[in-house]
Each structure stands twice: as C-alpha cells, then as structure tokens.
C-alpha cells in the first residue's frame, strides 16, 4: 500500500504562483506513471501534467507552459510548480500513482484545493 499526501494548495491572485507537493510513504519502484489531475466543480476530473518512472513528462494543453511536474526520489515526492496561475486554474488537484510493474495498482491523494482569484 502507497498513501499520497498533498499540500501546498491555497487561494491566490491571477498571475500568481503556486507549487504543489505530493508526497508517498515509501519509495516507489518499478514502472509507474504519478501525475496530478484536477476537478472543478460540476466538472469531470481532468489530467494535468504526468511524470513516468522513465521521467518522461505530459501535460494537458491548457497548461503547458505555465506548469511544471518535478520528481524528488530521494524525498519520494512529486511537486507541480504552477505559474500565471488563471482562475479556471480553480480546482481541487490530486495525486496520483498508477504502477504497472511489478503489480498493477492505482493509489489517489485526499486532494487539496487550489483557488484563484480575478
């Protein structure tokens, strides 16, 4: 079993920045994806940016450019670097981790909310 726990979520001006960090329990091996997504609200959950164990990034049109996905394995941790934040930016952001190898499992955080305002 993996836990996830973001922080770093909050209430900022448009243009403003923000760095979200999502940290797992133990050290992750194998072949994985982690990545952050998001849900406003009466929306569907959408991908935001992902990060593979081969460190490949992506990212979702929309915020590409303006957000940045990091990896930290010594610290077991992810962060999302968001700049020129916009406020349909507003959501709540989780993480998660999708293991393919050695076993498939998917494991989500609590998410934590991000507001911007105009």
């Known amino acids: 079993q993996v836990q996830l726990v973001e922080s770093g979520g909050g209430l900022v001006q448009t243009g403003g920045s923000l760095r979200l960090s999502c940290a797992a329990s133990?050290?992750?091996?194998?072949?994985?994806?982690m990545g952050w997504y998001r849900q406003a609200p009466g929306k569907q959950r959408e991908l935001v940016a992902t990060?593979?164990?081969?460190?490949?990034?992506h990212y979702a049109d929309s915020v590409k450019g303006r957000f940045t996905i990091t990896r930290d394995n010594a610290k077991n941790t992810v962060y999302l670097q968001m700049n020129s934040l916009k406020p349909e930016d507003t959501a709540v952001y989780y993480c998660?981790?999708?293991?393919?190898?050695?076993?498939?499992?998917?494991?989500w955080g609590q998410g934590t909310q991000v507001t911007v305002s105009s």
């Open positions: 998660n981790l999708a293991l393919t190898r050695p076993r498939v499992a998917d494991y």
């Open positions: 133990r050290s992750i091996f194998g072949l994985y994806v």
């Open positions: 990060v593979t164990s081969g460190s490949d990034t």
